[in-house]
């Protein structure tokens, strides 16, 4: 099976402005999970959606937003970036019956300039 | 409080030693503690898994020690290797639920 995929790889931004990033799950997984990975902070959690519906979300202000596809394909959105956005977002996916083992994708890098 | 406490943030081995990274967590609810694997430019990958009512899994070169007692877990890399040098989280959650709380990562470098 093809792994989980993010999409673009790299992206640079100025201060102000939104981004769309994509993540394309496993084929047959139905949760995707997104973090954010900074060196100072590690990985946190950033939000979880399931069979198209956020079931669970971490401690991240507004501007981050999330949606996921009837096809579980997902996108997560930050509006207004900020500098302290610029970090590797990652996304992960896992099995049907909300099994444990989380499968990441290579990531986006983002940076605010 | 959801935290996750790892140490140390860099390890040094020489080949073929041992590597050993610790972990601490708060929250007497998590029962599930995964081990994930990151090289540079790619995205986390799960190592090894253990949950509670076990104090040991093993898997190859790989083990994890468990004590729920003391809320702590390690993972042990034995007989070392330079291509096991990369940066390894330790992480605790939920049955089920697939939120995940990591430690802040350790930097292991192998040195041949």
């Known amino acids: 099976k093809a792994g989980v995929t993010q999409t673009p790889r790299y992206l640079i931004k100025t201060r102000g402005q939104q981004v769309t990033l994509s993540c394309s799950p496993i084929s047959g997984h139905r949760s995707v999970s997104w973090y954010q990975q900074t060196p100072g902070q590690g990985l946190q959690f950033l939000f979880e959606y399931f069979s198209e519906t956020q079931r669970n979300k971490g401690n991240f202000p507004g501007r981050f937003s999330g949606r996921q596809f009837s096809n579980s394909r997902s996108e997560m959105n930050v509006s207004t970036l900020e500098l302290g956005d610029s970090a590797l977002y990652l996304c992960a996916s896992s099995g049907t019956t909300g099994t444990d083992t989380q499968y990441f994708g290579p990531g986006t890098r983002l940076t605010v300039l | 409080q959801q935290q996750v406490k790892q140490s140390p943030q860099s390890l040094i081995v020489q080949k073929g030693g041992i590597s050993i990274i610790n972990c601490a967590y708060e929250?007497?609810?998590?029962?599930?503690f995964p081990w994930y694997q990151q090289f540079p430019g790619k995205g986390p990958a799960l190592l090894i898994a253990?949950?509670?009512?076990?104090s040991e899994k093993k898997e190859g070169r790989f083990t994890i020690s468990f004590n729920k007692s003391a809320k702590q877990f390690s993972l042990h890399i034995m007989d070392s290797q330079p291509g096991d040098s990369a940066t390894y989280f330790c992480?605790?959650?939920?049955?089920?639920?697939?939120?995940?709380?990591f430690g802040k990562g350790t930097m292991l470098l192998v040195s041949p």
């Open positions: 929250n007497t609810a998590f029962d599930y």
């Open positions: 992480a605790a959650g939920f049955s089920g639920y697939s939120t995940l709380t």
């Open positions: 253990i949950r509670p009512d076990v």
